[in-house]
Nanobody
Framework: VQLQASGGGLVQAGASLTLTCTASGGTISSSAMSWFRQAPGKVRELVGSIVRSGDTTYYGDFVKDRFTISRDNAKNTVFLQLNELKPEDTGVYFC????????????????WGQGTLVTVSS
């Protein structure tokens, strides 16, 4: 399956963005899905995960109720709503399909999108 992430951009602190991850060439409905991010010079970190049914989500500690992950299996799409953005949220955001293992580990995923850049100015 190929994943395409979109929706990034340059925004001011406090703004909101909606990121979209669209899958093609296969289905993501039977897989948990996650969003990661990577800031310049830093390791890739988990932003949030959503189980295949969509009724359970998990977020990194830094999210603090600012972000929401959701999915539409009928459209093979996963979303990440980013609210109250801060300059430290700047980075490339990736969506990924979970294969097995812990969701926080990048090695647990078998498909990655190319990433979409989010830049938050102060």
């Amino acid at each position: 399956v190929q994943l395409q992430a979109s929706g990034g951009g340059l925004v001011q602190a406090g703004a909101s963005l909606t990121l979209t991850c669209t899958a093609s060439g296969g289905t993501i409905s039977s897989s948990a899905m996650s969003w990661f991010r990577q800031a310049p010079g830093k390791v890739r970190e988990l932003v949030g995960s959503i189980v295949r049914s969509g009724d359970t989500t998990y977020y990194g500690d830094f999210v603090k109720d600012r972000f929401t992950i959701s999915r539409d299996n009928a459209k093979n799409t996963v979303f990440l709503q980013l609210n109250e953005l801060k300059p430290e949220d700047t980075g490339v955001y990736f969506c990924a399909r979970h294969r097995s293992g812990t969701v926080v580990s990048t090695t647990s995923y078998d498909s990655w999108g190319q990433g979409t850049l989010v830049t938050v100015s102060s």
